[in-house]
T-cell receptor, first 118, second 112 residues
Framework: GAVVSQHPSRVICKSGTSVKIECRSL??????MFWYRQFPKQSLMLMAT?????????EQGVEKDKFLINHASLTLSTLTVTSAHPEDSSFYIC??????????????FGQGTRLTVV | SQELEQSPQSLIVQEGKNLTINCTSS?????LYWYKQKYGEGLIFLMM?????EEKSHEKITAKLDEKKQQSSLHITASQPSHAGIYLC????????????FGQGTRLTINP
């Protein structure tokens, strides 16, 4: 099946620094990718939709200047957490839609990135 | 907006026992997804249901969608330690965009 690769899987950074998380579709093209965040013992919450060739769209309450999204190509979306603070520590995970048209397949998720800001 | 409520929030069962996890939607479900997650790791796709009354099975896991398409259940038969994890139901409010809304999750523990 289709694979979405997310990197890094874990990162620890100092408060005030920026961290970039990459999400790649390995064997298919993804014009759209979704970014989710998951706090401990909570569910996944959609943060933003990454669109190849255009600006990302953010969910209500998500700061677009803090969470920079770039969809540079049909196989790569990046999320940069700028000026990270301890409250940004969370599990971030991306997904790409499956094939739409014939049938309806599942969204493909990356492995996730655990960000710890110290 | 669509909201999903999962129950129970946590579940501890003895190995070999059966169990059921429920997912109730505030709106009619277009696509209902079940995923399994080990804490802090990625999601493993289990099943997707679309039609009212639909039922799918994979190994010892069966998922059902009710006729009204507002409730789904996930049933595990003869549970094993490998079934332990967090089970998430997800809905696709935009009907095909796969921009999912998730329930809060059910944490399943299997005691040997």
């Amino acid at each position: 099946g289709a694979v979405v690769s997310q990197h890094p899987s874990r990162v620890i950074c100092k408060s005030g620094t920026s961290v970039k998380i990459e999400c790649r579709s390995l064997d298919f093209q993804a014009t759209t990718m979704f970014w989710y965040r998951q706090f401990p013992k909570q569910s996944l919450m959609l943060m933003a939709t990454s669109n190849e060739g255009s600006k990302a769209t953010y969910e209500q309450g998500v700061e677009k200047d803090k969470f920079l999204i770039n969809h540079a190509s049909l196989t790569l979306s990046t999320l940069t957490v700028t000026s990270a603070h301890p409250e940004d520590s969370s599990f971030y995970i991306c997904s790409a839609p499956g094939v739409v048209g014939v049938g309806h397949t599942e969204a493909f998720f990356g492995q996730g990135t655990r960000l710890t800001v110290v | 907006s669509q909201e999903l409520e999962q129950s129970p929030q946590s579940l501890i069962v003895q190995e070999g026992k059966n169990l059921t996890i429920n997912c109730t939607s505030s709106k009619t479900l277009y696509g209902l997804y079940w995923y399994k997650q080990k804490y802090g790791e990625g999601l493993i796709f289990l099943m997707m249901l679309q039609k009212g009354g639909e039922e799918k099975s994979h190994e010892k896991i069966t998922a059902k969608l009710d006729e009204k398409k507002q409730q789904s259940s996930l049933h595990i038969t003869a549970s094993q330690p490998s079934h332990a994890g967090i089970y998430l139901c997800g809905a696709d409010p935009l009907q095909g965009a796969q921009k999912l809304v998730f329930g809060q999750g059910t944490r399943l523990t299997i005691n040997p």
